[in-house]
């Protein structure tokens, strides 16, 4: 069965995707992504903050000891001016992934301030990078930013890399607006070719042992998924732009519920973690059994059969949805 | 193109564009030569031919030579960059290059010999140690001479087919700034004859015309062969002299063999090589200004002697000709110079070619890079003009001992007057001489203005003083001198104008520019009284800034660098203020802009903050307050340190006479702890009451600065009331009490203390210890501490147990307080050794970092204990430091033969029972050694009571009769490079010696760069791309010869094996071999987690902890023991924490990703093999045949 699916306006061979994560960090792990039958390889996310913070830090390894000592100017050779770069592992990671594996490499971005966005989104995509995937997290320090401003925030991003580039640009936004749908709609009218739903935060825990918080990176779970795809199927007739659903998949059939809903490509990292990349290709069997089972002639056929209608008034389409979930709680485990 | 660069990078750009290969051994002050062409090279910069030259970093300067050679014969255009003991290491070659007539230019940063000490500055002792090999000699005075004469050496030799070298003067030339003008690329070109680079090549070794060269000759044609080469040298100068004509066409700087300078009619004459003959240039001109005849010739070609143009060069009116010598030849008629130009000038005289013979005198100046400036120069030439000149002089010390000094006006300035002046005095890790070379940029890159820089470090590696003195004017500047009458004085920390004059070289009408925690109105009072009395005299205008404070705001911790050169540009009036800062931003932006907007913005913030908090100091018309200059040393120290030391720590050492100073290069040990030198804010501080008293953080204290003593009750009595004791945690010691005393004005506040505390007190939030780092800013309760402390007894070794680190600390190091890196890796080892062994040791240490904490002066480490006794040090040379500690052992042990023989002589006198007593003690353990010292103590007291020539003879060596603890001790550069093959032989002589090795897995002393101890992918200077293969396992090396006790340690590891591998070694009767990991600055690291990292090594696998302990072959056991688990964190996890494994990840991960693959795999073989080894019987083992 042909699977070929656009994302981002990007032609890809399946509609699996591998989200963000550790197996993106190196070639050979992109690669065995390759490998394993994914459509696109998302790589890890490039913190600028992050690597600044480590330069800093190297700047001051250099510095502490330079001109100390007469025999001893320095410790280091100096390395060639490209080679300096702040992101120069990224971006030969990228440039070499865009060239080795078949698949389309997206970039991911996290950077701190507008001007790091506009920079680094365009020396990824100079390095060779099909598409960008903005990770906007925006932790606010001070908690009582308003919404607005997070909001504007975004858009000023989206606006100053989609002016910047000339890649498709999807953006990876958080679950936690108070009109998630209303946000999504404003970052693609600020130009963003596609959405990936959603960002998964940090949050730590703690361990009443050792008294420590725990930062511990737990992977997603099956039910984590339900929350991309009620948004998926209710934007996915609000707009033309690419919709990636991630989080919660964990074989093949989250891809075909997120597909269902109306989701463009489903991305996982979890499912690929743990049971490797090659697991891809199993998800893929899935996902064609269960199409042949259900005797669909093409992939586009199912997909977004369960998204909210365009005309369907939305509110309505959710209140029932609600209520009928309630009403199956209450058969399942008794009055609430 | 004008250009701002030092001498090394003038000689080395042509060098690099003009060759195709560099073979190279670092050395100072050479290696920032051969280090730029290997950044060249690794960045892929071709020469004039379009070629990318080849760097190949050699395992000495003998192999650079070999491989010079080897690569000439080849046909290659191929040079080198050296000094000193390097250039010496390469005679053997350049005999063989020159007598080939091989076309080559070495490029050298002329240094001091290694005679009674080791010095790395300038002079031409090396240069004229090879004036006989048959090379040609070039000298260039300034930077831009470098540059132009690199070129027409590399000219002259290809037409004339005669080596040369191209020197300069060491530091005062290669490391001085200037500005100058570069040659392009297509002017090299048009300078080069292409045709003669083909001659060259056309003279290869080549199968296609096969011929032999390097023949072995007899008696019959040897001599006439070494005569043909006669018309080449003979066309060598005209070579030279046509090639600067083409030079002067091209670029339109001309040059001549021989340069005169002066009164045309001149009656008095120097003669001078090297940087020396701008200062007399300059003088010159000064002196005829006032009308007097004087001239100087300067001479640039010094090999093929160029007899013509000397002659010519001086003036026939020469009555008084005074020649310079840059060198010392002891017993000889006269300086090398000096003789030939004696010997042109007779000759002359003699076959009737010149009228008269001037009287000819000689001169000494300028030894490792003593001062050489106008007033010596005046000095020179009124010396020739008394009635009887010196015959043999020296110029700018006193010589009270042979009275060939002379006396010089020493203020005497003869510098354009516009020229600005300036002085900065720095710490090294302030950014003090970082900031001044980007001010010289800043001012130098205007459109006419010259500027010139150089930078004078002391021999500390910690808290050392930077004294930077810069130039800038409207003309060129030619005073290779260090600045006096200084317009500007910036003195960047408080407690450097506690201890040094730092306006002794101001003009009046000086700025000041301090940088004082003090509010400003309570600035002046607490200067020295001195200091007070000169700003009054002088009229200084001062200025006061409290830039540390200023640098954290801004997020730039200890730098002050970026705060001070703002607050430079905004009072010295050197440039527009505004303009300047704008200057300094750019620059700032330039410098960072890769980094990122961070960096950039919190040195902006610090240069918009600094003014700020920028303040004028009122001056008072009288000195207030009662503040005195802190005295160097205490009255209390022996008299040599008063007098000699305390001079040279005062930076008066110049001042001291011949008579001073020892005549044989032996000077006193333990002198480190006369001098207290306060570098830490932070200082380790001990919490009594939570302390184990394990002793974890006294055996890594690198600086010896935390000890350890138990004592009766009885001895608190009159303890200050700060003195801080706890109740002895020890079984049978019910009484005891505990301190552990921080040395506060010795401790660098590394914190490896810190991070060796195994107690987290209860209750005490995060990161606290049992001993911590706190400010402490007030030091004397801690001084009365420590002067209470010493009057307790050290414990008696006697009644320590020294096989556990519990028990270690109890030992008094006779090793501390050295100027190492603060937390340095090696020195714990060190210090160890000296606790364990160091009353009866002998150490022999390789040239490198550890001679330098170990044996600069003014102060060293190796102390003594309260007997006198200690471990008696020296250093030889860096490559041949196992065979001299092979030799001490043999004295030894010859000694030791004569002293049993002389006493089995005199059983009739001392009895049967008394000698055999000694001849059979045992003299394993520390409590046999401790008899066997009372014993022989005992003998030597009887011995002095009786008379004869046996007895005088066992007299001179019964001290051989306690067992001598022979060390060799140096870095990986020396014991797996330079020294390796020395290293191999002593390990396979069976003879009883101790080698350790401080393995820093890279040449530290030298600036960081690659050695065969470097490990895969490890980026280091000739090793940008990542180190390619892998470290040599030299502990395999050594069990093979199966009778070598070999150890891998790693103290931050495991302490207690670290301990039981050096006794062991120690009681082992043969050669031993220690590898000690010793984290290092080099690695680009935190220097405080360098513990961690230690362990992060052995955890990963990249350090095993081994043994090979050949007794246990002997009692049937497995000698091969394998001390640390299995490898449990990833390869990467260790190199994650180290800028020189992280360094590569940035700039080529695709290989940092290779290469750690193949580092893991390596990792797990090892082990395999490892583990094998440590699982078989004795008997797959080899026997100790010497048993």
Not at chain 2, 859 to 880: I, Q, V
Request: hydrophobic share 40%; proline share 5%; net charge negative.
């Amino acid at each position: 069965m042909d699977l070929t699916t656009t994302y981002l306006g990007l032609t890809l061979r399946n509609p699996l995707v591998a989200s963000a994560g550790p197996l993106s960090q190196t070639l050979d792990g992109i690669r065995a992504l390759a490998d394993g039958g994914v459509g696109a390889v998302v790589m890890f996310s490039l913190f600028s903050e992050q690597l600044r913070r480590e330069a800093a830090r190297d700047i001051d390894l250099l510095e502490t000891h330079a001109f100390s000592f007469a025999e001893a100017l320095d410790y280091f050779p100096e390395p060639a001016a490209d080679e300096r770069r702040l992101a120069h592992e990224y971006l030969t990671l990228v440039q070499r992934a865009a060239r080795e594996v078949d698949v389309p490499v997206i970039a991911s971005l996290n950077a701190a301030d507008v001007g790091s966005w506009v920079t680094f989104g365009r020396e990824l995509t100079d390095a060779g990078a099909a598409a960008l995937e903005l990770n906007i997290s925006f932790v606010p320090g001070d908690v009582t930013t308003p919404g607005s401003r997070v909001i504007e925030r975004h858009l000023d991003i989206v606006a100053a890399v989609k002016a910047a580039v000339a890649v498709p640009v999807a953006v990876k936004m958080s679950p936690y607006f108070s009109s998630v749908g209303s946000v999504a709609l404003r970052i693609v009218q600020a130009g963003a070719d596609g959405l990936v739903l959603f960002n998964r935060f940090l949050q730590p825990d703690v361990d009443i042992e050792t008294l420590e918080a725990d930062s511990t990176w737990a992977l997603s779970t099956p039910d984590e998924g339900r929350l991309p795809r009620t948004w998926i199927a209710a934007l996915r007739n609000q707009t033309t732009v690419s919709l990636a659903a991630t989080t919660g998949v964990a074989d093949g059939s989250d891809v075909v519920k997120n597909l269902l809903v109306g989701a463009d490509v489903v991305m996982s990292t979890s499912a690929l973690l743990r049971r490797g990349p090659a697991y891809a290709a199993t998800m893929l069997d899935e996902l064609v059994a269960y199409l042949e089972r259900k005797e669909f002639a093409s992939l586009e056929a199912m997909r977004g059969l369960l998204a909210v209608p365009a005309e369907a008034d939305g509110d309505a389409w959710q209140r029932s949805s609600y209520v009928a979930a309630m009403q199956r709680a209450k058969a399942t485990y008794g009055s609430l | 193109m004008k250009s701002i660069i030092d001498g090394n990078e003038a000689a080395a750009s042509v060098a690099y564009r003009l060759n195709e290969l560099c073979s190279i051994y670092p050395i100072t002050p050479s290696s920032t030569m051969a280090e730029l062409a290997d950044e060249w090279t690794s960045q892929q910069r071709a020469n004039v031919y379009g070629t990318v030259p080849t760097v190949v970093e050699m395992q000495s300067e003998g192999g650079a030579a070999g491989a010079l050679h080897g690569a000439l014969q080849g046909g290659a255009l191929s040079t080198t960059f050296t000094a000193s003991q390097g250039l010496l290491l390469m005679i053997p070659n350049m005999y063989k290059i020159a007598g080939e007539l091989t076309s080559t230019v070495l490029h050298v940063a002329a240094r001091s010999l290694a005679a009674q000490g080791l010095s790395i500055f300038g002079d031409h002792q090396d240069v004229m140690a090879v004036r006989q090999t048959g090379f040609a000699l070039l000298a260039s005075a300034s930077v831009q001479e470098c540059h132009d004469l690199a070129a027409v050496a590399q000219m002259a030799t290809l037409r004339s087919r005669v080596p040369f070298v191209h020197f300069f003067d060491g530091f005062r030339t290669s490391h001085e700034l200037n500005t100058m003008t570069m040659l392009s690329d297509d002017e090299l070109r048009a300078l080069v004859p292409e045709d003669a680079v083909r001659d060259h090549r056309r003279r290869a070794l080549s199968p296609e015309h096969p011929y032999i060269r390097g023949t072995a000759q007899n008696p019959d044609t040897y001599f006439q062969s070494r005569e043909t080469v006669n018309p080449f040298y003979a066309a060598t100068p005209g070579i030279v002299a046509a090639a600067m004509d083409v030079f002067a066409e091209v670029t339109g700087r001309r040059y001549r063999l021989v340069e005169y300078v002066g009164d045309p009619q001149a009656e008095r004459v120097v003669v001078v090589m090297g940087s020396g003959a701008q200062t007399v240039a300059q003088t010159v001109e000064h002196l005829r200004a006032g009308g007097e005849r004087v001239g100087v010739v300067q001479l640039r070609l010094y090999r093929p002697f160029p007899v013509d143009e000397v002659l010519a060069a001086i003036p026939e009116t020469c009555t008084r000709l005074a020649v310079l010598d840059r060198t010392k030849e002891p017993g000889a008629g006269g300086e090398p110079l000096f003789l030939d130009v004696v010997c042109a000038l007779g000759e002359a005289v003699g076959t009737g070619r010149r009228a008269r013979m001037p009287l000819v005198v000689g001169g000494r100046y300028g030894l490792s890079s003593k001062e050489f400036t106008p007033g010596m120069v005046a000095g020179i030439y009124a010396e020739l003009d008394q009635p009887t000149p010196r015959p043999r002089f020296t110029v700018g010390i006193t010589d009270d001992v042979s009275g060939l000094s002379l006396p010089y006006p020493a203020d005497l300035d003869v510098e354009h007057p516009e020229t600005t002046r300036a002085i900065f005095f720095g710490l090294g890790a302030d950014g003090t001489v970082g900031a001044n070379k980007n001010t010289i940029k800043i001012l130098g890159a205007r459109e006419g203005t010259y500027a010139q820089g150089y930078f004078v470090y002391d021999s500390k590696k910690s808290g050392s003083r930077t004294v930077s003195h810069l130039r800038f004017g409207p003309t060129p500047i030619a005073a290779p001198y260090l600045v006096s009458k200084a317009g500007f004085v910036g003195c960047h920390h408080w407690s450097i104008l506690e201890r040094v004059d730092v306006l002794r070289d101001a003009r009046p009408g000086a700025v000041l520019l301090l940088n004082s925690p003090l509010p400003p109105d309570a600035v002046f009072s607490r200067l020295p009284l001195p200091m007070q009395q000169r700003i009054i005299d002088l009229d200084v205008e001062v200025w006061t800034i409290d830039a540390d404070a200023v640098a954290r705001s801004a997020g730039m911790g200890r730098r002050v660098n970026t705060v001070l050169q703002t607050c430079f540009f905004a009072i010295s009036r050197v440039m527009p203020r505004d303009a300047a800062i704008e200057a300094v931003k750019k620059a700032i932006g330039k410098t960072y802009a890769l980094k990122g907007p961070d960096v950039v913005a919190r040195n902006e913030a610090a240069v918009d903050t600094a003014l700020a908090n920028l303040h004028r100091v009122a001056v008072p018309a009288a000195p207030v307050g009662e503040v005195a200059m802190l005295a160097p040393v205490p009255e209390t120290a022996p008299q040599f340190v008063r007098e000699v030391t305390a001079t040279m720590l005062t930076g008066e050492g110049d001042t001291l006479p011949v008579s001073a100073l020892p005549v044989d290069g032996t000077y006193p040990s333990g002198t480190t702890k006369y001098e207290k030198r306060n570098i830490s804010d932070v200082i380790a501080v001990w919490d009594a009451d939570a302390c184990i008293q394990c002793g974890s953080c006294a055996f890594v204290c690198p600086h010896a600065v935390l000890r350890a003593k138990y004592y009766p009750e009885s001895a608190l009595d009159g303890a200050p009331a700060s003195f801080q004791t706890a109740p002895l945690n020890a079984a049978g010691l019910p009484e005891a009490q505990y301190t552990l005393q921080v040395y506060a004005e010795d401790c660098t506040g590394c914190g490896l203390c810190v991070e060796a505390c195994p107690v987290r007190p209860l209750g005490s939030g995060a990161g606290r210890k049992a001993i911590n780092l706190e400010p402490v800013a007030e030091r004397s309760a801690q001084r009365a501490n420590v002067a209470f402390f010493e009057t307790i007894p050290v414990n008696r070794r006697s009644r320590v147990d020294f096989a556990n680190v519990r028990g270690v600390q109890y030992l008094e190091p006779l090793f501390e307080f050295s100027g190492a890196c603060s937390g340095c890796g090696e020195t714990p080892y060190l210090k160890l050794l000296t606790q364990l062994f160091g009353g009866r040791a002998t150490v022999a240490n390789a040239t490198g970092c550890s001679s330098i904490y170990g044996g600069n002066l003014p102060t060293t480490p190796w102390a003594r204990n309260k007997y006198g006794r200690g471990p008696a040090w020296s250093n030889s040379l860096f490559e041949d430091n196992a065979e001299f500690g092979l030799g001490l052992r043999l004295a030894a042990d010859l000694h030791t033969q004569l002293a049993r023989r002389r006493l089995d002589d005199l059983r009739g006198e001392l009895g049967d029972e008394y000698v055999d007593e000694i001849l059979d003690a045992p003299q394993r353990y520390e409590s046999e050694l401790s008899r066997q010292r009372a014993r022989v103590d005992d003998l030597k007291a009887r011995l002095d009571g009786m008379a004869g020539q046996q007895v005088a003879d066992l007299r001179s060596v019964a001290d051989h009769l306690l067992r001598r603890s022979v060390w060799i001790v140096g870095g990986d550069g020396w014991a797996y490079d330079i020294g390796s093959s020395g290293l191999d032989h002593v390990l396979a002589s069976g003879r009883n010696v101790n080698i350790l090795v401080l393995d820093t897995e890279v040449y530290s002393n030298t600036g960081g760069q690659a050695s065969k101890a470097t490990p895969l992918g490890a980026v280091a200077k000739f090793a940008s791309g990542g180190k390619l293969t892998k470290k040599k396992d030299l502990a395999m090396q050594a069990i093979a010869y199966g009778s070598v006790y070999v150890a891998r340690v790693a103290m931050g590891a495991d302490k207690q094996q670290t301990l039981k591998a050096f006794r062991e070694a120690e009681s082992y009767d043969g050669p031993s071999l220690i590898l000690a990991y010793s984290h290092c600055i080099a690695h680009g690291i935190d220097m405080r987690k360098g513990l961690d990292q230690q362990y992060a090594a052995v955890a990963s696998g990249h350090w095993p902890l081994i043994r090979y302990n050949p007794v246990l072959r002997d009692m049937d056991q497995n000698p091969f023991l394998l001390d640390s688990p299995r490898p449990r964190i990833p390869l990467k996890a260790y190199h994650d924490k180290e800028l020189r494994f992280r360094m590569l990840r940035s700039t080529d991960p695709e290989a940092a990703e290779r290469l750690l693959v193949h580092g893991q795999e390596q990792v797990a073989l090892r082990w395999a093999e490892y583990e094998r080894m440590a699982e078989r019987s004795a008997s797959e083992f080899d026997a100790d045949a010497r048993k």
